[in-house]
């Protein structure tokens, strides 16, 4: 028994070892809080170690009454034995002593009729004899009269009488099933006594998935990481375990072990560059002109990708590097205003002399059909109402068109992040609702957008949703915006994170 517990601590301090949990220390001198600390551990050993012992006597003492009361039981059972045998042996007495009366009796007849013949002594007896050994034996004074053993299965106790001599042939005897995985609290060479209990600790079932390998086992008790230790499974750094690993293990029991590994990618993406625009003196009014060229930027992203069972679960952005930033475009809008040159007086003559009044050279205005339309602003001069069709559609060049009072906060729905902004000139074609296009024309994904939807886009003006082009199924927002010229769509080209404004129904 000392060698069985020695080699269990053995295995004990190498499994601490293996789970980095038990470190031989070296001799090394040490603080007074750490003589201190293991004084205390000492003393606390040596008290743990004391209550053992008080528990060994108490068990001794338990035993030795468990002893005491079954040689109390095996007199009272002997006493009744002999009582038996006592009354067994006067009945038998008292049977032979008749017979033999009756014998005699017989004889004496016999004798006096001289008729005695020895087969009338001899037969009698014999009978008397196998007649008292047949009752004897028929009595059961000569059985053994067994044991009552009380027997705890794993929680169910039974009382079972005996008559075997250990407990080995006791278990045998009485087909219990016991396996090499199951445990009793007694040896199978000990001696049975009555009164004695026997307790099986029956062992259970457990059933390890790994992944879809399935693992078989039996455990008399423990956690489910002993389990799985007592399996020879190694578990990963990541791996998950449902019922947890400090779960007892006390019925049948299916243990699942998910395999969790990380994969990292790197991911480039491209950051769009935005758009400014800066109001120029020095630049005629209407006149744009394009200071700083936009470039686009990039990041790279580290993505860790969890798989489970091989399977991807979940992905996550771990790190983001950016490897060049964008540079914003920007671009100058003419504000300069060339002033009217204040005419000369004209001198007085003394002598009127006859001129002629040279005609008025006919000028013609530039057409403005935007400074005609009456926008309803506020005191900030942001439009308070909804415009018509007319109204989006009246200004004939796009620098009167974007020169219109910007929505109040009032008519805005809500606002778009415009992935894309592109602009398109005359094709020869109408419109998807059968309009030809004109300035104020945006065509977009009437799915998104639907068709006759208002919207205002900075730097452009307001625009109503009626025609589609290549707009439909893209994956992301984009807009293109009529223009009346080549050379204005030039100028625009392709922007990217555009916010624009879609209006309120009006």
Request: charge should be negative; charged fraction near 30%; hydrophobic fraction near 30%.
């Amino acid at each position: 028994m000392r060698d069985k517990n020695e080699n269990k601590q053995s295995a004990l301090k190498d499994w601490l070892r293996k789970n980095e949990l038990f470190v031989e220390v070296e001799e090394e001198e040490i603080s007074e809080e750490e003589a201190l600390a293991l004084k205390e551990e000492e003393e606390k050993r040596i008290e743990e170690k004391e209550q053992k012992k008080e528990e060994r006597i108490a068990a001794a003492a338990e035993k030795r009454e468990k002893d005491r009361e079954s040689f109390r039981i095996f007199l009272g059972k002997a006493n009744d034995f002999l009582y038996r045998v006592r009354e067994s042996l006067q009945f038998a007495a008292e049977q032979v002593g008749t017979a033999f009366r009756n014998t005699s009796e017989k004889i004496r007849n016999a004798v006096s009729e001289k008729k005695f013949d020895p087969f009338y002594v001899v037969v009698p007896l014999i009978s008397l004899l196998i007649i008292g050994a047949s009752w004897l034996f028929a009595s059961g004074i000569f059985e053994d009269p067994g044991y009552d053993i009380i027997l705890n299965d794993s929680g169910r106790v039974t009382q079972i009488t005996t008559t075997e001599r250990t407990v080995g042939e006791f278990i045998r005897a009485n087909g219990f099933g016991y396996t090499a995985a199951d445990r009793l609290d007694a040896e199978f060479s000990d001696t049975l006594y009555d009164g004695m209990t026997i307790t099986i600790y029956r062992s259970v079932d457990v059933t390890i998935n790994k992944a879809g390998e399935i693992y078989e086992t039996k455990m008399l008790a423990g956690t489910v990481a002993d389990a799985i230790e007592e399996s020879g499974i190694t578990l990963g750094e990541n791996d998950e375990v449902y019922p947890a690993l400090e779960t007892y293990i006390t019925e049948a029991t299916t243990i699942d072990i998910i395999e969790v590994e990380y994969v990292f990618e790197k991911e480039l993406t491209t950051l769009h560059y935005t758009e400014t625009e800066k109001n120029d003196p020095t630049l005629a009014k209407g006149k744009t002109v394009v200071k700083q060229k936009g470039e686009d930027g990039y990041k790279e992203s580290t993505i860790r990708i969890t798989l489970k069972n091989g399977r991807e679960v979940a992905r996550e952005t771990v790190e983001e590097i950016v490897l060049k930033e964008p540079v914003t475009e920007i671009t100058l809008i003419g504000t300069y205003v060339k002033p009217t040159p204040t005419p000369k007086p004209t001198p007085v003559k003394t002598q009127p002399t006859k001129t002629k009044t040279p005609s008025a050279a006919k000028t013609k205005a530039p057409s403005d059909s935007s400074s005609n339309v009456n926008w309803k602003t506020n005191s900030e001069g942001k439009l308070i109402e909804v415009p018509t069709v007319s109204q989006i559609h009246s200004s004939t060049t796009l620098y009167q068109h974007k020169n219109v009072p910007p929505p109040d906060e009032s008519i805005i729905a809500k606002t778009v992040i415009l992935d894309d902004c592109t602009a398109y000139t005359h094709t020869g074609n109408k419109t998807a609702t059968g309009t030809w296009p004109r300035i104020g024309t945006v065509a977009a994904d009437p799915k998104r957008f639907p068709y006759g939807t208002k919207v205002y886009v900075p730097g452009y003006g307001y625009g109503r949703i009626e025609d589609t082009g290549s707009m439909r199924h893209r994956e992301h927002v984009l807009w293109d915006l009529f223009m009346d010229t080549e050379k204005e769509c030039r100028n625009w080209g392709r922007k990217h994170n555009v916010k624009a404004y879609v209006l309120v129904d009006d």
